[in-house]
């Protein structure tokens, strides 16, 4: 069984019910996170409610809680859900929604209130810190073809499930992503990093990608533990020249990866770039 939080309420999964004129399910009009805990230990639970707080801002949909009160329904959450997830490694979910309308209308409809859903999960465990441990991926290379405002954490996600399939039917789990001048921006659900001659590198901040959290946090990480890390754009020939590859998100932390677009990543083995830097991040996630 699963817990969930429905607007005040917590309740079996299986018991939450909203409207089909909600907006989230009409328009995709709405805002969500993904917070991941180990053992009960949230990683940036900071960045993550500041990000949430900002494309609700963006959307106009008012926050209907305080961070104070979003710790309390992630602690809940995780606390109700622990019995069913012996492993301790559980995502939390959270969203926001504009609200439950009388009609179907494009316009913002003034004087609604928010759907607001939570509901916990198994997340992987965290990353093994020795190279030989790890699982690497397999990824596709696509042209990004997603909207213009990819920088806004929305529910409305067809685009990123569009390329994230392109993946899966392509026997791989996940697709790398490049905008029209071929410059690799992010992946379908995950920020992308290179490693070429010592050098770490991911693409800088713009409406192209979302504002990792993970990718974040390992930045510090890399920087406090010495690593060179800098923001800066790498075409889609760099990616596939470089020595290291890897993914972060919130449920892979960093991820390495071995082969993109049927081409072998350097050696074709897990980094040893990778393995510092996974060090550097394991050490210093639950202090972000
Ligand atoms: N880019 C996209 C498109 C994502 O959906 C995600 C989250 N799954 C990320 C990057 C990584 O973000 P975070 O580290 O905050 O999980």
Known sequence: MTIAFLNGDYMPLSEARISPMDR????????????????GRAVGFKGHTTRMAQGLKAIEIKNPYTVDQWQDILSTLVEKNTAFIESGNIGVYFHVSRGTDTKRFHAYPKNIEPTVFGFAFEIAPPQPTIASDAKPFKVALQQDKRWQRCHIKSTSLLGNVMHYQAGVDAGVSETILYNSEGMVTEASSCNVFIVKDGCISTPPLNHELLPGITRAIAIEAFKQAGLVVTETWFSKEALLDADEVWLTS????????IEVDGKTIGSGQVGPVWEKAINAYQAYKFEA
């Open 250 to 257: 919130s449920s892979k932390e960093v991820a390495p990866v």
């Open 24 to 39: 989230g399910f009409l328009f995709g009009d709405g805002i969500y996170e993904v917070i991941p805990t180990y053992k």
